[in-house]
């Protein structure tokens, strides 16, 4: 069961991730909202981070050992600016993370420059430090086990949580 | 006087040791030694006495210098502490030194005596006496005639009387649980001890070079910051509690001081070492590039650090002095290089380096000539040195797979010569190991 929902998510993000790599933002919201409604079901919640998830795309990916924003990443980050003017009193906390072939200190260095790329890109757009911080994960919270390069590419990202 | 200390531990050779061995003279042929049973009048004693010397045997034979004659083949079977052996009969079997001992119980708790023969010379080449309260000491009695015998023969300075401190991991591989434990440097589980309780991920446990002290990395509230932990007292306390991440910790020689990467808000999030001092905890900024700077590590003299650096396009290691200046790079091959650590000895500096898609750890003089690959897989990690500088441990991580299996992680002990690798048992699985000094 456990083992089934686990496929299920991971096929969610690979479609994400296709979807965004591939196609403007309307692929991404399809594919999103496969995987989560798959948990939630119901309606989503303006300004949650189910509604950043499905609605604009929670997270940007980084090429190998870079921490610098891609076209693809700024145009996701210019969308999640816009979504929290939206929302005034959403915090955000930013999550870098990097794949597993780096040292774990490296990595850890490496997650906080990717972190910091993202959270800087926002300030700049705008949105108010205050309302933000970053924090590196470095190589210890992979979002897909595995140890080739699909997985790496979906490890070596930034990602926007919700925090109130 | 602690520098002394310790240039007297890592370097003291014994001026009348038998045999003379150095790593530069590649793979050593063991020694045989021959361990009689350890006497005991008692019941409790007999058990005190296989202990010690299942201790005795397992320390010599993982160490790759010994080995022990088969015990079938023994002639004599007496108590030896007091009666001279019969040297000839050890000949025979080709032992080359006996170790026999007794214990006893005494007003003041546990006796043991030990001698220790040379066969080939016939004569008594140590002996010892030593009473311990209780039998909760039997282990590190066990390590220390160990380290006894092991610096006697060898000449080097022993390790067997140490700890490891490490990571233990259980659970998924994208949500884990680390807990800081330590153990015996054999890994015995009777002498194995959580640290921490798994709330928070911890990583990069180091002892300091001359104290039961340990620096290491934990994410309290989400925060991840540089911590230490007396294990005499059980006191933790933050030394990095700035705004910004820090890691990497590691001890000056003198164990008053933390080298550690700071990643500043105010400088891009972009890591540099610092050096923090324990006593005032005034800190001074060592490096000012736009690469990270990561992964510090002092020569044992606390002239130098070496350091990972990526401020040339791809990770490499670079040596400055204690101060920051005099940047060198010192990696000369081609790959991705990291976890550079000196050797207590100070003649060597070990890494990891990632290249055609494996990992390797290796050696390379302190200068980055004689680059020397000692094991190769595909994801190696965190070199630690033996605190006597022979021996490396690192920790081998397996591959893992979309479904969730693999990606096992086991601490592995290694002879710097390459040979005698061997798995130091862990109850879970485990990483990030760091040597103490000679307790």
């Not at chain 1, 990717?114 to 933000?132: E, H, W």
């Not at chain 2, 994410?219 to 933790?236: A, D, Q, S």
């Not at chain 2, 550690?260 to 999030?269: E, I, V």
């Not at chain 2, 401020?311 to 490499?316: K, L, N, W, Y």
Request: glycine share 8%; charged share 25%.
């Amino acid at each position: 069961m456990l083992k089934k929902l686990f496929m299920l998510i991971v096929a969610g993000f690979f479609l994400a991730s296709c979807a965004t790599t591939k196609t403007e933002e309307g692929g991404n919201v399809d594919a999103a909202s496969t995987s989560s409604s798959s948990s939630s079901g119901g309606e989503i919640t303006a300004g949650t981070q189910e509604d950043l998830i499905v609605n604009v795309g929670d997270r940007v990916f980084f090429e190998f050992d870079s921490s610098e924003l891609t076209v693809d990443a700024q145009a996701t980050l210019d969308a999640q600016a816009a979504w929290l003017m939206q929302y005034p009193d959403t915090n955000i906390t930013v999550e870098g993370h990097a794949d597993e072939r780096g040292t774990r200190e490296y990595n850890l260095a490496l997650g906080d420059k990717r972190a910091f790329s993202v959270y800087s890109y926002l300030a700049q757009a705008g949105i108010d430090t205050n309302r933000m911080e970053y924090v590196s994960w470095g190589k210890e919270r992979p979002e897909v086990i595995g140890s080739d390069e699909t997985a790496y590419s979906q490890n070596r990202r930034g990602v926007t949580l919700v925090s109130n | 006087m602690i520098r002394k200390i310790l240039v007297i531990l890592f370097f003291s050779f014994s001026a009348n040791a038998a045999l003379d061995v150095t790593i530069s003279q590649g793979k050593v042929e063991p020694t045989p030694i021959a361990i009689t049973q350890i006497f005991g009048a008692d019941s409790d004693t007999a058990r005190y006495g296989n202990t010690l010397r299942q201790i005795i045997n397992n320390n010599l034979t993982n160490s790759g210098l010994f080995y022990t004659v088969n015990e079938d083949l023994y002639i004599q079977s007496d108590n030896l502490v007091e009666k001279v052996p019969r040297f000839e009969d050890w000949k025979l079997i080709k032992a080359q030194f006996l170790l026999s001992a007794d214990v006893s119980k005494t007003d003041k708790g546990i006796r043991l005596r030990m001698r220790l023969y040379d066969v080939f010379n016939g004569k008594e080449i140590e002996k010892l006496q030593l009473t311990i309260p209780d039998e909760n000491l039997i282990r590190r009695v066990g390590h220390t005639v160990s380290d006894i015998v092991y610096e006697r023969i060898t000449g080097e300075t022993g390790y067997f009387d140490t700890r490891i401190v490490y990571v233990s991991e259980i659970g998924p591989l994208d949500q884990r649980v680390k807990r800081l434990a330590i153990m015996d440097q054999d890994g015995h589980l009777d002498s194995h001890q959580f640290l921490t309780d798994g709330k928070n991920l911890v990583l990069t446990p180091r002892f300091a070079p001359n104290n039961q002290i340990i620096t290491y990395m934990e994410y309290k509230n989400n925060l991840p910051r540089v911590y230490i932990y007396n294990l005499k007292t059980g006191e933790r306390e933050i030394v990095g509690d700035f705004p910004g991440m820090t890691f990497a910790p590691r001890f000056s020689p003198d164990s008053q001081s933390v080298v550690m990467s700071f990643s500043d808000p105010d400088n891009a999030a972009n890591s540099e070492i610092y050096l923090m001092d324990l006593n005032t905890r005034s800190r001074s900024r060592l490096t000012n590039d736009s690469g990270i700077d990561t992964s510090p590590s002092f020569s044992p003299n606390g002239e130098k650090i070496v350091f990972n650096s990526d401020r040339g396009g791809s990770p490499q290691l670079f040596v400055m002095d204690k101060n920051g200046d005099n940047i060198k790079r010192i990696s000369k091959g081609r790959g991705v290089y990291g976890n550079p650590v000196w050797s207590p000895r100070g003649d060597l500096i070990a890494f990891t380096k990632l290249t055609q898609g494996n990992f390797h750890i290796g050696v390379m003089d302190t200068n980055g000539n004689n680059e020397r690959v000692i094991v190769r897989d595909f994801s190696l990690e965190s070199p630690a040195w033996s605190p006597n500088g022979r021996y490396l441990i690192f920790h081998r991580q397996k591959r893992s797979n979309l479904d969730g299996t693999g990606g096992e992680v086991t601490i592995h002990f290694i002879d710097i010569t390459g040979y005698n690798e061997m798995v130091i048992p862990t109850p879970r699985d485990g990483s990030d190991p760091a040597w103490s000094p000679l307790l």
